[in-house]
Nanobody, 125 residues
């Protein structure tokens, strides 16, 4: 069975940028799914960050990241990206990508069937 794999996390300073990638392994064809990015900081609940439609034509972003983060996808490369600019210390978290078969860009984790293992993003102030 396939799975999602995130990459691109790391330790950066406030104001820096990172680009996270989400790819599918095995038989999973990520192009068939709506894909979302979530994050979870220590002691906090998992939080929706952004989601993108199958075609990439529609997106949804958390208000606090609008203008700083951008979700996109390259279906030829079977990869979904999260470009994160102007990073803040409060963006520090483990970032997960997830795939959904629902028809909406849901901010609810329960709407997503498949999850990656996460990639750590740490922003020092």
């Amino acid at each position: 069975q396939g799975q999602l794999v995130e990459s691109g996390g790391g330790l950066v300073q406030a104001g820096d940028s990172l680009r996270l990638s989400c790819a599918a392994s095995g038989h999973t064809l990520i192009n068939n799914y709506i894909v979302g990015w979530f994050r979870q900081a220590p002691g906090k609940e998992r939080e929706f960050v952004a989601a993108i439609s199958r075609s990439g034509g529609s997106t949804n972003h958390l208000d606090s990241v609008k203008g700083r983060f951008t979700i996109s996808r390259d279906n030829e490369k079977k990869t979904v990206y999260l470009q994160m600019n102007s990073l803040k210390s409060e963006d520090t978290a483990v970032y997960y990508c997830a795939a959904s078969v629902n028809g909406i860009l849901s901010p609810t984790p329960r709407a997503y069937l498949y999850w990656g293992q996460g990639t750590q993003v740490t922003v020092s102030s």
